[in-house]
Every structure is written in structure tokens, then in C-alpha cells.
């Protein structure tokens, strides 16, 4: 009979050690938290455990008595302290302070075991299937835990569910949603919704919100338990509701009828809404600059929205490319502009402080005899594309190192030399404003000079010289600037087939061609001017005063 009892016993007592089981496992902590196993008791009643181990394959750490109340936890962990100041845990679970083996990193066999090394259970884990920080959750408590089939990585946001039902334990209604994947060919955003509960589930609604605005749902009925849906969401389409370009983050979830697992529903993330073809195009650009000066390319914003150019693409000829990282805002039938080299702000200083401007130090670099230049946004869509050559320039000035090409128009197509022209400004470049072969002819022409009267004499340093303004009715011309006495003698050229645009300023200090000062008098400047495109020709006179 003795020995009948002692079998019952032992019977009985391994009855209750096979229904407890390891439910959740921290191996691979960050910070302070430390490494951490937790027990979960299936039944409906109250066990008590007594000189039992956990064990790892060399080493093992005795508890000499445990208690998990009817489908309670319990949690065994070396430092107590700094779990719980890194985790709430509930107060009905109790934690166990032990000398908890150390948990590998990579894999694990972990077994908790009688004092006679009776299996009570064992688990075998990856920590591939998780990450670093977020624990390893059984899934089914009945099932074996030896592979990343009943093993998950941790869902809840927190990280883990120390203490709590696992993240991953089957509920009776569970909407998940599992995944989110973009198609950038397409532009198409894939919403992935499972059935992870135990029942099937009758209708179920998946939301797409910006800024806690819907934007678009999505319904499906009778999804069975195990089964997923799929839905696809055009991304460029959003923009009818957000009225917004660029970056846009989204918050989804998906709802049903008695799914009270809210870990699992939601999913932020953020898309790229794409501009259309052609809303920026390219409208200047530097590819030879001078020595010490920087490469940039300036963009026209053709739409009637503020661009953010933060995230797209400068490709050119050969693989390089120009990442744009930083927020580069493009206004409204405006202009932005983006440098590689810091000394593109030395040259043009009134533009450090423009959210127009962007100066980022790259590799990238445009060939000085021809490259390509493609505006691509994140999901590799062309907004905008030329081919350039070094022969877009005009050949008829002197140099053109230092000199952009400037488009005649911002709404002329790119990739078509007639669309482009060297820029006529003595600066070389007009980034961030209308370019200087765009700008509208004057009405009028006209050719000033002040101070006049002027003397190369005066003892005042602003009347030594005087400074002849003109404005002509062409785009680009060739001017030349003659001074003549009143005898109609020339003394002084002041320009001689100078390249420039339709407005410009030149100096005489009322010396002749020999570098001596002329006597006081009247004097007549001369300036003809020639078309860049028509051969036109157009001259204006003016008198000039050298007072004593």
C-alpha cells in the first residue's frame, strides 16, 4: 500500500509539473533591464512547486518553492530591482528572485526540471526570431515550444507582456494587422489583415487616417480564423485629401466586432505622396563653376502648393546620386535650390538663411562637358529630366567657366537645348530668383549715369567716378560703350562687345585710354548694343559732365 501511495504521489505530482510551462523569455535585454523567464500555470487551479530547477545545458539555478495561482504567471529573474523599475508588473504576479542562468544570445535550450531531472518543460529558442529588446512569446501553451512555430517575437509595443497575456496567445476575435508593405513600381501601399483569432469574424474595417482625418476604409466580410486579406491603397491618390506633397505619416487599424486585443491593430508609418510629372522642373543649374565656387541646381515649382523636395532623388549620367535629406521647400510658382559645397553661401550670402536653399556636402558632380540631371522621388518616379552639354552655352563670349545654363522660361521643357542659354549676369548665377535671361524687358529704354556731374579730382570718393545705368529692349545682347569728346574725338572705351543681360551697370572714372584725367568739360558716351538672338541693334547716347 506504501508503495502504491508514493507511485500515486508521484503520479499525481507530475500531472500538475507537465501542465506548467515557459510562456515568455527575455534573453536578449537592452539597457538596464535584466534577463527574465516567465511561468504560466494553464489550469484551474492553484500549483504550488517545490525544489525544482532551471537549467540551460551548463548550468542550472534551484527554486526552492514557487506558487502560480489558477491560470497565473510568475516570474523568474536574477535582479528583481531593475526589472521593476523597467516593467509594471501586475501585483497579484509574484517574482521569484533567483540566480537565473545567463541566457545566450544567439540559441538556447532552456528546461525546468524536477531535483530528480524530470522534464517538466523546455523550450528552444533563435533570438533571430525576435530582436534585441523584445522577448519570445509561446504561443499555444499546449503545444511543444522548440521552433519559431509556436515561438514569437513579442507584438505588443512595449515590447513585452512581462506579467500579462502573451502578445501572441490566440484570443477568440482577433483582427491583426499583420503587415504593411509599399509597391514603389506602383506607388501602392499593400494593407495585410489576418484572422488570428479562434472564431472566424463576421465583418471587419480597416482604416487609413492622416492627422486623425479618414482618408480611405476598407470592409470585408466573413474572414475565417487563420485567413488574411488584402488590400492595396494607391498612395498618389491621397493627395486629394491630405493636399499635401511629400512625407506623410498615416496611422491604420483595423476593427471588428469583439476583438478586445488592441496591441495588434495599428501600424504608423509614413509614405510618399509624389508630386506629378513636371510639377518641378529644372531651371538653372551650375556644372563648371570657379575655382573655390560650388556646383547647384535650382528648381521651379509649377504648382500652387509648397513643395518638399525632402527625400527625393538627383541622379545623373552614371550611378551617383544626390540624396536630398534635409526639408528643402520649394513655394508656390517659386524656387529652391540645392548646393554641394558650403562656398556656394559664401559666393551668394542673402541665401544662408532660406528654408529655399539647401547646401549638402556630396560626391555628386556634373561632368563639365555634358551629364544627365533626373529628379526621382523615394519610389524612383521621374518628375523631371534633361540631358545637358557643355555646347548649350553661347559660343560667342569669352569664357564660360562660373557661368549657369538659365532656362528662357521655367515652363520650357528641359531636355531641349532652345530652352536654355548662358546666364548673362556678371555674377555668373541667379539662384533662388528669376532667372536673368527670364526677366521682363524694360518698357523704356534708357541709359543714366550718376553722379553727373562727376570729377576724377573731387576730393569726395562717390563724385571720382560715375556709374552709367542702361536697361534695352532685348534678353541677352553684346553691348559696346564709347566715350567721345566734344570734337567728336574718342578717348575712352568703356565696353567692347561685353556680354550681358537686358539691364546693367558699367563705370568711367573720367580718365581716357592712357589712364589720364580728361580736363573738365562735356563728354558724350556712346552705347550700342546688339540682339544675342536677332542681330538687332539698338544705341543710346548720353552727356556726361567732368566738373573741376
Known amino acids: 500500500m506504501k508503495s502504491l501511495a508514493f507511485f500515486l504521489l508521484v503520479f499525481i505530482n507530475s500531472i500538475a509539473y507537465s501542465q506548467i510551462v515557459i510562456n515568455e523569455i527575455q534573453p536578449y535585454p537592452v539597457g538596464n533591464e535584466p534577463e527574465w523567464v516567465e511561468l504560466f500555470n494553464p489550469q484551474d487551479t492553484a500549483v504550488t512547486l517545490k525544489n525544482i530547477y532551471l537549467r540551460d545545458k551548463t548550468s542550472r539555478a534551484a527554486i526552492t518553492e514557487i506558487t502560480l495561482q489558477p491560470k497565473g504567471l510568475a516570474i523568474l529573474v536574477k ?236 541622379h545623373d549620367a552614371s550611378t551617383t546620386a544626390l540624396s536630398i535629406t534635409s526639408q528643402l521647400h520649394a513655394p508656390p510658382k517659386g524656387y529652391c535650390v540645392i548646393a554641394t559645397d558650403s562656398s556656394f553661401l559664401t559666393q551668394f550670402p542673402l541665401l544662408r538663411i532660406q528654408s529655399n536653399v539647401a547646401v549638402q556636402k556630396s560626391s555628386f558632380s556634373l561632368n563639365s562637358d555634358g551629364d544627365a540631371i533626373t529628379l526621382r522621388t523615394p519610389y524612383n518616379k521621374e518628375i523631371d529630366y534633361l540631358y545637358y552639354s557643355s555646347k548649350w552655352h553661347l559660343t560667342d563670349i569669352p569664357t564660360t567657366k562660373g557661368k549657369s545654363l538659365e532656362k528662357l522660361s521655367p515652363m520650357l521643357p528641359s531636355n531641349s537645348q532652345s530652352s536654355w542659354t548662358t546666364c548673362a549676369l556678371t555674377e555668373g548665377a541667379t539662384p533662388a530668383v528669376i532667372n536673368s535671361v527670364a526677366r521682363e524687358l524694360p518698357t523704356t529704354t534708357t541709359l543714366t549715369a550718376t553722379p553727373n556731374p562727376f570729377s576724377p579730382r573731387s576730393t569726395v570718393g562717390a563724385k571720382q567716378s560715375t556709374i552709367c545705368s542702361y536697361s534695352l529692349p532685348f534678353k541677352q545682347a553684346h553691348i559696346t560703350a564709347t566715350v567721345f569728346d566734344v570734337n567728336g574725338m574718342q578717348v575712352k572705351t568703356l565696353l567692347n562687345n561685353h556680354f550681358t543681360g537686358a539691364t546693367g551697370t558699367f563705370v568711367w572714372d573720367g580718365r581716357n585710354d592712357v589712364n589720364f584725367a580728361l580736363a573738365s568739360g562735356a563728354y558724350i558716351v556712346l552705347m550700342e548694343a546688339v540682339d544675342e538672338s536677332t542681330q538687332q541693334t539698338h544705341s543710346e547716347k548720353l552727356l556726361l559732365v567732368i566738373g573741376e
Open 79 to 314: 535582479d528583481s530591482g531593475a526589472l521593476l523599475e523597467r516593467r509594471i508588473i501586475p501585483q497579484e504576479v509574484p517574482v521569484y528572485k533567483i540566480s537565473l542562468p545567463s541566457l545566450n544570445n544567439t540559441t538556447e535550450s532552456v528546461y525546468l526540471t524536477t531535483k530528480d531531472s524530470l522534464i517538466i518543460d523546455s523550450i528552444y529558442y533563435d533570438v533571430k526570431w525576435s530582436a534585441q529588446g523584445i522577448s519570445i512569446e509561446r504561443v499555444d501553451p499546449m503545444l511543444p515550444a522548440l521552433s519559431n512555430a509556436n515561438l514569437k517575437r513579442c507584438e505588443h509595443p512595449d515590447s513585452a507582456t512581462c506579467g500579462f497575456t502573451n502578445s501572441v496567445a490566440p484570443t477568440d476575435v482577433d483582427a491583426k494587422l499583420s503587415r504593411l508593405e509599399i509597391d514603389s513600381s506602383t506607388s501602392t501601399l499593400r494593407i495585410f489583415v489576418q484572422n488570428s483569432g479562434k472564431s472566424s469574424i463576421a465583418s471587419l474595417t480597416t482604416s487609413v487616417q492622416y492627422q486623425q482625418t479618414t482618408l480611405h476604409q476598407f470592409s470585408h466580410q466573413t474572414l475565417v480564423s487563420g485567413d488574411s486579406v488584402l488590400f492595396t491603397l494607391s498612395i498618389d491618390s491621397l493627395y486629394s485629401t491630405t493636399k499635401k506633397y511629400g512625407y506623410t505619416p498615416l496611422v491604420l487599424f483595423v476593427s471588428a466586432a469583439n476583438d478586445v486585443r488592441h496591441t495588434n491593430d495599428t501600424i504608423a508609418t509614413t509614405v510618399f505622396i509624389s508630386p506629378p510629372v513636371g510639377a518641378l522642373l529644372v531651371n538653372e543649374f551650375m556644372f563648371d563653376p570657379q575655382s573655390g565656387g560650388s556646383e547647384f541646381i535650382e528648381f521651379y515649382n509649377t504648382t500652387t502648393d509648397t513643395l518638399n523636395l525632402q527625400g527625393m532623388d538627383i
